[in-house]
């Protein structure tokens, strides 16, 4: 499992330009199942991305790929854990 963070680089106009192209994206991995959740950060300088993956460096590359850091306008952070404990009915989080 992986918390990925990004960090806006640019002022927000340029990545609200940019907004329709991310969250397509964005719904493409959602779609594989790579990614579980994903959201602004508050205040509005990030954003956080929940991934299921082994595969740290297909990640990355992934995320390169990702509208936002394409265009300069965002960086990425990639933390990796494994989930040991969970809330009731958030089990999938453990496996991978």
Same mark, same amino acid.
């Given at each position: 499992? &992986?918390?990925?963070?990004?960090? =806006?680089?640019?002022?927000?106009? /340029?990545? *609200?330009?940019?907004? *329709?192209? !991310? %969250?397509?994206?964005?719904?493409? !991995? =959602?779609?594989? +199942?790579?990614? #579980?959740?994903?959201? $602004? @950060? #508050? ?8 991934? $299921? ?6 990640? /990355? ?6 509208? &936002?850091? @394409?265009?300069? %306008? ?6 990796? &854990? ?6 009731? +009915?958030? /089990? #999938?989080?453990?496996?991978?």
């Amino acid at each position: 499992m &992986f918390i990925v963070t990004l960090t =806006y680089i640019r002022p927000l106009e /340029e990545l *609200d330009a940019l907004m *329709d192209a !991310h %969250v397509s994206w964005l719904k493409t !991995h =959602y779609e594989s +199942g790579l990614f #579980v959740a994903s959201g $602004r @950060q #508050v205040p509005r300088k990030g954003g956080v991305i929940l991934a $299921r993956s082994g595969d740290r460096a297909a990640l /990355e590359a992934l995320l390169a790929r990702d509208p &936002f850091v @394409q265009n300069g %306008v965002a960086r990425t952070d990639v933390i990796e &854990f494994v989930p040991s404990m969970t809330a009731p +009915g958030a /089990e #999938v989080l453990k496996t991978i």
